[in-house]
């Protein structure tokens, strides 16, 4: 697993990531004829991650952006995300019409009055042993990544270096034209050109095929629409108030819910470097090994407050020879 419990008897307030990899197979989770929930709280035995598993998402609140400086210096645009009582409120097993079987994770986040909180729901979280939620996602898994129910999500489930995809619902810009919506050069802005210079241009054919064919890019409703900006670099974890720092720009407004997942394409890169016996690179540089099934509150007591990545590219403030 990581190296944190190797360094957590180090006083300092930061420090740099390094983990250990290993891999191992797992035992599958009971399986179901037709779409179950899985209610059982006791605690599994302690897995591997390998790079065939699939671990839940989380759902966290976006607070704003700053900027963060690493050990070299270099200035980093960081995105703060906030995990608010994130928690599982089930275990789902679904068996397809091809026979084959769909395991998820049902996450609950952000508490909620009781009184606002459907009679439905109300009986949903009751069984669940947690308190009413505002937002409930689910989170397909493989598996061997199920979560018992009632386990309190922290932000160490995102191990500093590794890579993340956002999904969110992107900022509404209303009615936009085709240079703002798609970048278009637009018309000349001197000569040729009268009352027409922002104009996206011809956009029909000829008499054949004599219609605009569907999906072409023109002016119209800009945003509002659920985005998934992919592999976003988690820079800092922050276990006492559960913080995520991710390097770049998530899509939403401030306070927006997202949910945060591994990064999918990532992950099939390390599948297919695992085949090819390429074991150095099946995680990002510096990261070997991931919490898994997931990373629970009782982790992250043991471990530092705030854990930040290395930086492992070239110095920007170092001559080049």
Known sequence: MLRLWTL???????LILKCLHGSSNVGASPTAASTSFVSSNAPSPPTKWTPDSIRTGLIARKRGM??????QGARLPVTVLQLENCQVTANIVTTRQDKSEYHAVQVAASDKPLKRTTRQMQGHFRKAKVNPKRIVKEFPITSDAHVPIGTTFSAIHFVPGQYVDVIAKSIGKGFQGGMKRWNFKGLRASHGVSVSHRSAGATGAHQDPGRIWPGKKMAARMGGQRITTQNLAVVRVDTSLNLIYLRGAVPGVDDAQVMVRDAKKLAAVGRHNQAKGLYEKVLPKGVDDLP??????????????????????????????
């Open 8 to 14: 957590k008897q180090k006083p300092h307030r930061n």
């Open 66 to 71: 700053t900027a963060l400086w690493n050990d």
């Open 292 to 321: 898994f099934p997931a990373g629970t509150l009782e982790m992250a007591k043991t471990l530092p407050s705030i854990i930040e990545a290395p930086a492992y590219r070239v110095s920007p403030f170092v001559p080049r020879e």
